[in-house]
């Protein structure tokens, strides 16, 4: 389990705080979404609990132990993470970026072995992008990349996975896929994922539980069902939307009749 506990950040030199006590808890073998509008502190949100960024206050721990306590190689043993954009400095091919996921496994001065290429094969067939893995990662589209960097994610065999924005490249068939296979497999291999989504409906339909952070403070934890409400999305958002339930789930969507401007009247005759 991954707790959280009243964690306090702000950027050296500045006197705002951008994480304003967030506490929460993420459980084994299920899918926590959180979700903010942009600037609300998410990815920074992630970068402290990866112990990439130090806070000022506050308690990160992993099955009990806490994070900031762990050397950077321990670290990458505890976390996955799947970042919102990379760029590698060097064309290196799929297989070598999922490979990178080994590092923990690997001694400093030896190379990857048969258990490494092994794991790093079956992740990237996981995510279906076997015929890329040849490819130099700078020549494939922002799509594949995030396929890629999730890939390297699973080969990480980590207790604990970060995604950030994992499905913002990805066509609707990947987005469903690519969630579809995340959950089955903190199901599966009992991880504890934590994942920021922009789309109240993705999260609704993935996850167990979702956290909502507004300006860097929590203002909501709880089951998607009780979470996603009309009044909610309004007041971090801004956003008019009518509730419904499809398939027994229930989804929203924006209230906006494009018919009703006046040039859509007038494009219809
Ligand atoms: N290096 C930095 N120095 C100072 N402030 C920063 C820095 N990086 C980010 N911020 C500020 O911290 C706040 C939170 O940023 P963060 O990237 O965590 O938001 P986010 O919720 O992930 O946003 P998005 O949904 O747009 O990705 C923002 O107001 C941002 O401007």
């Given at each position: 389990m991954l707790s959280v506990k009243d964690l306090h950040f702000r950027h050296k030199g500045?006197?705002?705080?951008?994480?304003?006590g967030i506490s929460f808890e993420a459980h084994k073998g299920a899918i926590t979404a959180i979700l903010g509008p942009n600037g609300s502190g998410k990815t920074t949100l992630f970068k402290c609990i990866s112990g990439l960024w130090s806070y000022q206050k506050g308690q990160v721990t992993v099955e009990g132990v806490?994070?900031?306590?762990?050397s950077f190689r321990e670290r990458a043993r505890f976390f996955a993470i799947v970042p919102q954009d990379h760029e590698p400095p060097f064309p290196y091919s799929v297989l070598d970026v999922v490979l990178m996921g080994r590092a923990g496994y690997v001694g400093i001065f030896s190379s990857p072995d048969k258990e490494d290429y092994e794991r790093a094969e079956e992740a990237i067939g996981l995510v279906g992008i076997e015929h890329l893995?040849?490819?130099?990662?700078?020549?494939?589209?922002g799509g594949e990349r995030q396929l890629a960097l999730i890939a390297r994610a699973l080969a990480q065999s980590s207790p604990v996975m970060l995604l950030d924005?994992?499905?913002?490249?990805?066509?609707f068939r990947n987005q469903i896929n690519v969630l579809k296979k995340i959950r089955q497999i903190a199901l599966e291999k009992d991880l504890t994922v934590v994942v920021t989504l922009h789309d109240p409906n993705l999260a609704s339909l993935f996850s167990d539980k979702i956290l909502v952070i507004n300006s860097g403070s929590k203002v909501a934890e709880g089951s998607p069902e009780e979470i996603i409400t009309e009044d909610l999305i309004r007041r971090i958002y801004g956003v008019e939307v009518k509730k419904a339930f499809v398939n027994g789930q229930s989804i929203i969507c924006p209230?906006?009749?494009?018919?009703?401007f006046r040039y859509g009247k007038e494009a219809l005759g």
């Open positions: 500045s006197l705002r705080e951008v994480l304003k806490p994070v900031n306590e762990l893995k040849n490819t130099p990662y700078t020549k494939i589209s924005e994992p499905t913002s490249h990805l066509d209230v906006y009749h494009k018919y009703s």
